[in-house]
């Protein structure tokens, strides 16, 4: 059973700050998802990485995978307010007949 | 808006009630998804539709009972519930099979069991 575990689970940090979320899966896969959630909303879709090495950029984030270590990373840098939120990786398995599995999540909270 | 739409967006029901939440997408999307989201829990896949065919159950119990009677509409049936099932639900859509598989979400159902 694929197992994926994101950490830390809360974060709190300083404006300006950089800062990295990690997560880990536990069986082969070649695709990995960034969502944000913001209190009370649904999820919103930042990356898909789709292959080893798979390096994406959006602002202030950055998510990289490495499928051999079966990890990926979301880098924030110079950290601002609007980034507080819950942000969640997923990998997807069985391709073809779909199951998308989420992390357990890291709620990130700036403080100014 | 990310094109799939859920209703109610909040719904409060009583343990002998049977309700039923609905999604809908037009993205052409095959697969679809329904995810529980409690307050101290990650996020729990509860079922999988893959071409209308049902591919993953995750042990949920059969008070909740779902239905995918095309592929562009999701239902979960709910009855005799329980207040541990307050929670927000997720409906989320796919396109299975292609490369830039990326799952979408609607905005989720709130539920309360009184």
């Not at chain 2, 809908?24 to 095959?30: F, R, S």
């Not at chain 2, 949920?60 to 009855?79: I, M, T, W």
């Not at chain 2, 927000?88 to 159902?109: D, R």
């Amino acid at each position: 059973e694929l197992k994926v575990e994101q950490n830390p689970l809360f974060l709190s940090m300083q404006e300006g700050k950089n800062y990295t979320i990690y997560c880990n899966y536990s069986t082969t896969s070649d695709r990995l998802y960034w969502y944000r959630q913001d209190p009370g909303k649904s999820l919103e879709s930042l990356f898909v990485l789709l292959s080893n090495g798979a390096v994406k950029q959006e602002g202030r984030l950055m998510a990289s995978l490495d499928t051999k270590a079966r990890l990926s990373t979301l880098h924030i840098t110079a950290a601002v307010h609007d980034l507080s939120a819950t942000y969640f990786c997923a990998v997807l398995s069985n391709f073809g007949n779909e199951k998308l599995t989420f992390g357990t999540g890291t709620r990130l909270t700036i403080i100014p | 808006e990310t094109g799939v739409t859920q209703t109610p967006r909040h719904l409060v029901m009583g343990m002998t009630n049977k309700k039923s939440l609905k999604c809908e997408q037009h993205l052409g999307h095959n697969a679809m998804y329904w995810y529980k989201q409690s307050a101290k829990k990650p996020l729990e896949l509860m079922f999988v539709y893959n071409f209308k065919e049902q591919t993953e159950n995750n042990s949920v119990p059969s008070r909740f009972s779902p239905e995918c009677p095309n592929s562009s509409h999701l239902f979960l049936h709910l009855h005799t519930l329980q207040p541990e099932d307050s929670a927000l639900y997720l409906c989320a859509s796919s396109a299975p099979g292609t490369m830039n598989t990326e799952a979408f979400f609607g905005q989720g159902t709130r539920l309360t069991v009184v």
